[in-house]
């Protein structure tokens, strides 16, 4: 997880990939898009990135990213040169988790979890395992699953303790 300069260590730093779709925003229903996403809690906030769930993602390469592929052949083409091997496309891969911290990417959505709630989502709301569904103070729903028992145990007790403990701001 990228960590806080606030709170190095605190329990409410955690972050992964789980599967998540809106249910209702502003208390209207919305169409279910599951998507895979990368999701990371902070504080009493929870972020998304969506398409980020697995994978490569040329945006946070460190190594060399396609727009310095381009750079190198249009520089090496104007030196009239022979190429030289330039940042390898396929070297450019996600060589560890996104941050939200830096410049490196933005969440797609954020949710306050201030006076919001979760429980386990009944089968009326899904009919895939293990969902957590999630509300929030200003009526938006989202559902939230993994197919690994212990990742959504261990979110659920995570999004539980951070709403009790920031249940009266
Ligand atoms: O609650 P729903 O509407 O039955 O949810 C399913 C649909 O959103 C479905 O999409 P289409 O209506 O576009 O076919 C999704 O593919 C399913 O995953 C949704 O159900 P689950 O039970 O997986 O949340």
Avoid at 48 to 70: D, H, I, M, V
Avoid at 92 to 106: E, M, V
Wanted: aromatic share 8%; glycine share 8%; charged share 25%.
């Amino acid at each position: 997880c990228p960590s806080s300069p606030k709170h190095p260590s605190t329990p409410s730093e955690k972050c992964g990939v789980l599967n998540v779709t809106k249910i209702t925003e502003h208390g209207k229903k919305v169409r279910k898009n599951w998507a895979s996403t990368w999701t990371v809690l902070q504080g009493s906030s929870l972020l998304f990135a969506k398409g980020q769930g697995s994978g490569t993602s040329w945006s946070y390469c460190r190594n060399g990213s396609f727009p310095e592929l381009l750079l190198s052949l249009l520089s090496n083409w104007k030196r009239s040169i022979k190429p030289r091997p330039a940042v390898s496309y396929t070297h450019c891969r996600r060589d560890r988790a996104p941050s939200f911290g830096g410049n490196q990417s933005k969440p797609e959505f954020t949710v306050d979890l201030r006076g919001g709630s979760v429980e386990w989502a009944s089968k009326e709301k899904s009919s895939k395992k293990h969902v957590i569904e999630l509300k929030t103070r200003v009526g938006t729903e989202l559902l939230i699953q993994s197919e690994i028992d212990s990742v959504i145990n261990d979110w659920f007790r995570a999004l539980s303790e951070t709403i009790n403990t920031h249940a009266w701001e």
